[in-house]
């Protein structure tokens, strides 16, 4: 199976660009970071400190069900049968993906089925720690990023778009809290592989940066 590994911070586009380069290629696409979104809302909805690894955790009972689902090529998550595609995508939802990320038992809870996943299917998979520890032989790594201020902006235009009442400063506060919790976690912190080709879409447009990851997939495949 050829894998690709698309690192990052929060906002760089990684989920746009990643699943338009696999429908473009003829892969599936894997968003690592709706997985840990989800058991980021599982952990909310019970009413759990997200800072508190131990209450994180304790969410992580047999009766907790995450699923990955295809449905006509495009990736859904479910929490415990219900579709929460959508309710993962806000910012509450961002920060609580970004706490329990940290926690070594969510990570391992994930990990198998990941490695399921790319074991079984051409696929790109996106999220922080893909290229470094997830895949680490993935055939292409790639990292991709943008300046927190373009990043915001992206991410604001976005929240927006969906009718959300948001701040810019707000949302670039959060893209940058999210930056230094990703990058100095202790386990699997944010960071570029050695062997991974860096690609800043700061000053390159949505198209442009699809067109990028594309033929830099192709080049290397």
């Known amino acids: 199976m050829i894998n690709v590994a698309i690192d990052g911070p929060a906002g760089a586009g990684k989920s746009t660009i990643a699943r338009k380069a696999a429908a473009e290629l003829g892969f599936i696409y894997i968003d690592t970071g709706a997985l840990y979104r989800t058991v980021g809302l599982a952990a909310l909805r019970a009413g759990k400190d997200i800072k508190s690894p131990a209450e994180v955790e304790s969410v992580l009972t047999d009766e907790l069900c995450v699923e990955l689902r295809f449905e006509n090529g495009e990736q859904r998550m479910y929490l ?13 939802a961002s920060m609580a993906a970004s706490a329990v990320s940290a926690v070594p038992a969510v990570r391992a809870y994930l990990f198998d089925l990941q490695k399921k996943l790319a074991r079984e299917n051409n696929c790109i ?61 202790a386990i699997a912190p944010l960071k570029q592989a050695e062997d991974a080709v860096l690609c800043d879409t700061s000053n390159i447009g949505l198209e442009e940066s699809i067109e990028l990851i594309i033929n830099i997939i192709k080049e290397n495949i």
């Open 125 to 185: 998979m996106d999220g922080r720690d893909i290229g470094t520890v997830v895949l680490p032989d993935a055939k292409v790594k790639i990292f991709l990023t943008a300046s927190p201020e373009a990043r915001a902006e992206r991410r604001y235009k976005e929240l927006c778009e969906k009718g959300m009442s948001v701040d810019f400063e707000d949302v670039l506060a959060d893209i940058n809290k999210r930056d230094y919790d990703d990058s100095h976690r």
């Open 80 to 92: 415990n049968g219900e579709d929460v595609s959508e309710k993962i995508r806000t910012p509450e």
